[in-house]
């Protein structure tokens, strides 16, 4: 069935490292992914997204790395600050009005 | 900058009882949604709403669901007679266009708490 996970559900990284956060998909006919930051007590917050004829997006300081092969989406913060500790979550979506998200990824900036 | 917005914030409410969840999303947007998130899971969608009508809902959105756009800006979910696994953060969301490619806009939830 359909589903999106991330392979680490927590990961700790020091201020001004980059950080890299994965997200493996099963639904190979999905051709849209978003990644969405969540800080405590608030909505997903969209930060960058990527269609499946593309392999890699850059934004300010986040890039979003999609491996179609492996089912396998990226994202990587450059020069991680402590702004950035949140929950990240990946979402994809088939041709279709819903989002399927996967589990989470929490992310802790150490000063 | 235009954003969702929800109200209220956090919702009590005991077990059997009816719960109406309301949203003003961005007032440009023609396509809503619900989702929800269970403490410490997923974002997991629920419904999704066009042209006064469903496009889409999944198996948790049930008898008990409904929404409504009961006027130009509104966007309700409402729970008939909830039940303690309805405990959850509800979001609703908005975009301009259908997916894919089109951004979807989260407001920052209610938390719905059953006892």
């Known amino acids: 069935g359909e589903s999106v996970g991330l392979h680490l559900p927590t990961l700790s990284v020091q201020e001004g490292d980059n950080s890299i956060i994965n997200c493996a998909y099963s639904?190979?006919?999905?051709?849209?992914f978003i990644w969405y930051k969540q800080e405590s007590g608030k909505g997903p917050q969209f930060i960058i997204d990527?269609?499946?004829?593309?392999d890699k997006r850059q934004g300010q300081r986040v890039t979003v790395l999609l491996n179609k092969t492996v089912k396998h989406l990226s994202l990587q913060i450059a020069a991680t600050q402590p702004g950035d500790s949140a929950v990240y979550f990946c979402?994809?979506?088939?041709?279709?009005?819903?989002?399927?998200f996967g589990q989470g990824t929490e992310l802790s900036v150490k000063p | 900058e235009p954003e969702v917005t929800q109200t209220p914030s956090h919702q009590v409410t005991q077990m059997g009882q009816e719960v109406i969840l309301r949203c003003v999303p961005i007032?440009?947007?023609?396509?809503f949604y619900w989702y929800r998130q269970i403490l410490g899971q997923k974002v997991e969608f629920l419904v999704s709403?066009?042209?006064?009508?469903?496009?889409?809902k999944s198996e948790i959105f049930d008898d008990q669901f409904s929404v409504e756009r009961p006027d130009g800006s509104n966007f309700t979910l409402k729970i008939r007679s909830t039940k303690l696994e309805d405990s959850a953060m509800y979001f609703c969301?908005?975009?301009?266009?259908?997916?894919?490619?089109?951004?979807?806009?989260f407001g920052p939830g209610t938390r719905l708490t059953v006892l």
């Open positions: 979402a994809e979506n088939n041709q279709g009005g819903k989002l399927i």
């Open positions: 990527i269609r499946s004829n593309m």
């Open positions: 969301a908005s975009s301009g266009q259908a997916l894919p490619y089109n951004e979807q806009f």
């Open positions: 007032s440009n947007h023609l396509y």
């Open positions: 709403f066009y042209n006064n009508e469903i496009s889409e």
């Open positions: 639904n190979s006919a999905s051709d849209y």
